[in-house]
């Protein structure tokens, strides 16, 4: 069974920074492109960035681009999302997602739970 | 505003059938397969069409999907009072080499 678990979520003032982990377990990680997406309280869903299996593709939503920064260790089955430049508006529930396939245009199929970011002063 | 249009919410009352829509773009739904997600309250979204069509193993029957041209349809027929929940379109869009979601159908059964 996939299993994530996102840390790393907090109470963070504009302009700091701060780094969420995601932890996979029940597949083999390697073989996969991860994403992180988020979802502002009470909104929908917004894809923020996705990276491929060998960190070979990576991509960002325009509102975060330049400001964020995903990264993967295979070894260790740990997807990151490091955040700087944090904006009130990046206020959200970060998960975790799996892709269907390698490659970072494949599409999320497995979501964490979520970690809560909360960026104000 | 988001790129694909969802219609805010949706309504039926048990039995029913109901049909949520998603409208895009040549970028996006025009040439690539469209994923439906299904939110329910309090929890983390889930696959509930993959590839235009396609439901993964356990989804019921009861949920369909279809794409035409720019446009997407999750048709939910049978409705249940557990089928509330928020559902989500979404797609690779090539202009902008990322995922883009709808802004989300909040289902109501009544």
């Known amino acids: 069974e996939v299993q994530l678990v996102e840390t790393g979520g907090g109470l963070v003032q504009p302009g700091r920074s701060l780094r969420l982990s995601c932890a996979a377990s029940?597949?083999?990680?390697?073989?996969?492109?991860m994403h992180w997406v988020r979802q502002a309280p009470g909104k929908g869903l917004e894809w923020v960035s996705g990276i491929s299996w060998n960190r070979g593709t990576i991509a960002y939503a325009d509102s975060v681009k330049g400001r964020f920064t995903i990264s993967r260790d295979n070894a260790g089955n740990s997807l990151y999302l490091q955040m700087n430049s944090l904006r009130p508006e990046d206020t959200a529930l970060y998960y975790c997602s799996k892709a269907e396939e390698a490659a970072a245009t494949a599409p999320p199929d497995s979501w964490g739970q979520g970690t809560l970011v909360t960026v104000s002063s | 505003q988001s790129v694909l249009a969802q219609t805010p919410s949706a309504s039926g009352t048990p039995g029913q059938r109901v049909t949520i829509s998603c409208s895009g773009s040549s970028s996006n739904i025009g040439i690539n397969y469209v994923y439906w997600y299904q939110q329910l309250p309090e929890t983390a979204p889930k696959v509930l069409i993959y590839?235009?069509?396609e439901r993964p193993s356990g989804v019921p029957d009861r949920f369909s999907g279809s794409k035409s041209g720019t446009s997407a349809s999750l048709a939910i027929s049978g409705l249940r009072s557990e089928d509330e929940a928020d559902y989500y379109c979404?797609?690779?869009?090539?202009?902008?080499?990322?995922?883009?979601f709808g802004g989300g159908t909040k289902l109501t059964v009544l």
């Open positions: 979404a797609v690779w869009d090539d202009s902008l080499s990322g995922w883009v």
């Open positions: 029940g597949f083999t990680f390697d073989e996969y492109a």
């Open positions: 590839r235009n069509r």
